[in-house]
T-cell receptor, first 114, second 115 residues
Framework: SAVISQKPSRDICQRGTSLTIQCQVD?????MFWYRQQPGQSLTLIAT?????????ESGFVIDKFPISRPNLTFSTLTVSNMSPEDSSIYLC???????????FGSGTRLTVV | DAKTTQPNSMESNEEEPVHLPCNHS???????IHWYRQLPSQGPEYVIH???SNVNNRMASLAIAEDRKSSTLILHRATLRDAAVYYC????????????????FGQGTILTVHP
């Protein structure tokens, strides 16, 4: 199965600033997914990132707030822009693991905005 | 997106079997049934998935009803390390569809395992 390295694991940021989260996969994957998990809540899909095309955002999420890059088949970044305390969440990336059809998740980035 | 319904919480004793139910009455013929679990302070972990037939792996078994409107995740001997939130998710298997590949998480079932 795929192994995901997600960085940073946690950060504390000032409101109004931006944070870029990186996900590196040890194999080539077509689709990468970005999720948000607010405190005490389940995961919510932010967007799907395919290499060579614009990311597809879910309802309630916009590119200006969560720009995503997907420069190749093993790497993606999610930026949380102009942060406010409401953006304090865990952000996770995910890919479909080859070979058995399940999904692998990164360990998450715990973001606190003060 | 097809929805799933799970109990908010369940309890079990260590070394006993656990049956976690999931209802998905609006499942379509191309929806795969996925199960993931999330341990505290970790990302979700794949447990098992299936389409129509029952499935077994080293972690668990998945029993799928004949009409596919419900399924049960079976942990054969619960351990303290199995305490987690368990998510039952339907994954759209139609290539090219707008929801293809996406996982929509519900609230899941919080499993507590007692020593």
């Amino acid at each position: 199965s795929a192994v995901i390295s997600q960085k940073p694991s946690r950060d504390i940021c000032q409101r109004g600033t931006s944070l870029t989260i990186q996900c590196q996969v040890d194999s080539q994957v077509t689709m990468m997914f970005w999720y948000r998990q607010q405190p005490g809540q389940s995961l919510t899909l932010i967007a799907t990132a395919n290499q060579g095309s614009e990311a597809t955002y879910e309802s309630g999420f916009v590119i200006d707030k969560f720009p995503i890059s997907r420069p190749n088949l093993t790497f993606s970044t999610l930026t949380v822009s102009n942060m406010s305390p409401e953006d304090s969440s865990i952000y996770l990336c995910s890919v479909v693991a080859t070979g058995y059809g399940g999904y692998t998740f990164g360990s998450g980035t715990r973001l606190t905005v003060v | 997106d097809a929805k799933t319904t799970q109990p908010n919480s369940m309890e079990s004793n260590e070394e006993e079997p656990v049956h976690l139910p999931c209802n998905h009455s609006t499942i379509s013929g191309t929806d795969y049934i996925h199960w993931y679990r999330q341990l505290p302070s970790q990302g979700p972990e794949y447990v098992i998935h299936g389409l129509t037939s029952n499935v077994n792996n080293r972690m668990a078994s998945l029993a799928i009803a004949e009409d596919r409107k419900s399924s049960t995740l079976i942990l054969h001997r619960a351990t303290l390390r199995d305490a987690a939130v368990y998510y039952c998710i339907l994954r759209d298997g139609r290539a090219g569809g707008t929801s293809y590949g996406k996982l929509t998480f519900g609230q899941g079932t919080i499993l507590t395992v007692h020593p």
